[in-house]
C-alpha cells in the first residue's frame, strides 16, 4: 500500500498556492536493474475539474514535493492531487483552500 | 478558469553554485531550500501511526509513553531530555525512553526492537520515524534537558571525559574533529562540539531528514556513526556511554530553541 500524502493549499493575493508531498521510492531503471518504479502520471483536479494532467519521469527523486500556483481559487474549494504509478498503484489526498 | 502552471520543486540534492561557495557558511542557502522541500511531514504522519498503533504482546499503543512530562504528555517532552527517570533510574535520551515505553505498555522484548535500530532510504526503522513525530512537537521550545538530578550531574561529568577519550584503532576521540573551529572532511564543516555557540544550532535540528541518502537519522546514529568512523567497537544502542555524550552536546546547547526536526547534507 501506498505511503502516506500531505497537502497544503494556500489563497494569497488572487493565487492559490499548493503544495504537495508524496511517498515514493521513485526507483530507476539503473537503480533497480530493470525494475524501475515510480510515477508516472499526477492529477490536480479543483472542484471535480481536471486542471493539471502531468506525466513525470524517474528523474525526480524519491518522495517528491511539488508545489504550484492555481489562478484565482476560493477558500473552501477542494484541490485533489493523485498519482499513478507504472506499477499500477495509486494515491490521492483531497484539502480544501485555506 | 485555472490557468495551469505546474512548477516542480523536487527534493534534488542540488550542488552548490559557485557563488554559494564564497559566502562564510555556503550551507545556510542549500539548507533553507532543502528544509522547504524536504519530505518530513510524511515520516511525521507514519511516527503518528505508529504511537497510536496497537502493539506487541499487550496490544497497546504508545500513547501513554511517558517522556518526562507525564504519561501521553508530548508538547515540549523533546526539548527537555535526556534526563533522569526515577522508574529505571536511569538518565534516558528519547530513543532509549521509547525503547523503555515499547517494554513496558507494549510488553515487547529488547532484542526484538533493536534488531533494526537503524533503518534507510527503503525502509526507516520504528524509532526514527517516531522520533520524528516526538521531536516535533517540540519545536519552539527551550532546549532544557535535565541538570540537577546528581544522575544527571554524572551523566555530563561521563559524556565530557569521553568527548576527550581517546580510543580505538585510530586512537581517535571526539575532540580529533570536533575540538577546534575551522576542520573539515572535504566539504562538511567540522563543528566544534565543545562550543556552545556551534553545538546549540547543531542540537536544535536533530532528528533529521539526511538528503544525501533520503533517510532519517537520529542523535543515536550520530553517536554510532562516529563511533564507526573513529573505527571503534560498536557502541551499545542508549547504553550509558552513548546517552552520556548526548546528555553532554545537549547540556552544552541549553537554552536554544529547538527548531527541528531538521535537515542534514
Redesign the interface.
Known sequence: MA????MRATLAGGYTDVRV???H?MATEQQTKGQPHFIQNLTVK?NG?T??E?E?SQA??????????????AKGDKIEVSWLDNKGDTNKTETAVA | ?????????????LTLSPAAAQQKSPYADYQKKTTE???L??FE??GEELWKKKQGPKSASLEQCDLGQGPGKLKGAYARLPRYFKDTGEVMDLESRLVHCMMSLQGRSREEILKRPFGN??KPSELEYLSMYVARQSNGFKIDPGTRHPKEKEAYALGEKLFSWRTGLWDFSCTSCHGEEGKRIRASELPQLDDPKQVSPLIATWPAYRVST?SLITLQWRMNNCFQQMRTAEPIFGSETVNSLITYLTVKSKGATYSGPGIKR
Open positions: 505511503g502516506p500524502m500531505k508531498l508524496m511517498t521510492p479543483v475539474k486542471v493539471i502531468g513525470i525526480i527523486s524519491r518522495n517528491p514535493v511539488f508545489s504550484f500556483r492555481l489562478k484565482g481559487g | 478558469m485555472m490557468k495551469r502552471a505546474l512548477a516542480c520543486a523536487a527534493v534534488l540534492a522541500a524536504a519530505p511531514e510524511l504522519l507514519v532510504a527503503d533520503s
